[in-house]
C-alpha cells in the first residue's frame, strides 16, 4: 500500500509540480534521475507533458516534445532520433476490450521511428509503429502502423502523401523558459 502511494505522489509530482517549472535542465533531471526516463543528448521536452507512469518511456537524440503532450508510458513509448512532436499530441499505450464483460484492460506498446514528425493534437493509438520518415498531420487519429516516408491525416488516419526519402535534419529546438 505504501509502494502505491509512494509511486502515485512521484507521478502526481512529475505531472503538477515538475512539468509546470520553467527550467528545462530541471525538468530533465527529474525525469532522468527520478522517473527513469531515457532520454537523449539534445533532447527537449517542453512544459506541461504528462506521463501516466514512472517507466516505459525512451527518447532518442535530438528530439522535441513540444508542450501539453500526454505520454501513456503504462505501455512502452520508445521515440527514435530528430522526432518532432507537437504541442498536445496524445500518444496512447493502454485501452479497453469492449467485447469483454469486465472492461479487460489492454497494453501496447508505441514506437516512433527516426526523423518522424507528429502534427498538432495528433492522437497515436496503442500499439502503432510510426515508422522512419513518416508525418501524422495536425488532428489526425493513428489506430494502425504507417509506413516509412507517408504522410497520413484524418480521423481515420490514411495515407495522403509521401515525404523525401533523403530526411538529414537534426531537430534542435529549445525556447527560453520552455
Not at 34 to 52: E, P, Q, R, W
Not at 159 to 169: A, D, M, T
Request: hydrophobic share 40%.
Amino acid at each position: 500500500m505504501i509502494k502505491k502511494i509512494l509511486a502515485e505522489l512521484k507521478l502526481y509530482t512529475c505531472n503538477k509540480i515538475v512539468a509546470k517549472i520553467p527550467s528545462h535542465r530541471f525538468r530533465l533531471w527529474f525525469y532522468k534521475k527520478v522517473m527513469k526516463f531515457a532520454i537523449g543528448k539534445k533532447s527537449t521536452v517542453f512544459l506541461n507533458c504528462s506521463f501516466d507512469s514512472s517507466s516505459g518511456f525512451t527518447m532518442g537524440n535530438n528530439c522535441v516534445l513540444n508542450a501539453k503532450c500526454r505520454m501513456d508510458t503504462r505501455g512502452t513509448i520508445t521515440i527514435g532520433e530528430n522526432v518532432s512532436i507537437s504541442e498536445e499530441v496524445v500518444v496512447l499505450t493502454a485501452d479497453h476490450d469492449p467485447y469483454t464483460p469486465n472492461f479487460y484492460g489492454k497494453i501496447k506498446t508505441v514506437n516512433i521511428d527516426d526523423y518522424v514528425w507528429i502534427g498538432t493534437r495528433a492522437m497515436i493509438l496503442p500499439g502503432v509503429t510510426l515508422h522512419k520518415g513518416c508525418l501524422v498531420a495536425a488532428g489526425a487519429v493513428v489506430t494502425k502502423s504507417v509506413p516509412p516516408f507517408e504522410i497520413w491525416g484524418g480521423v481515420p488516419a490514411k495515407k495522403i502523401g509521401v515525404r523525401n526519402k533523403e530526411l538529414q535534419y537534426t531537430v534542435d529546438y529549445r525556447r527560453f523558459l520552455q
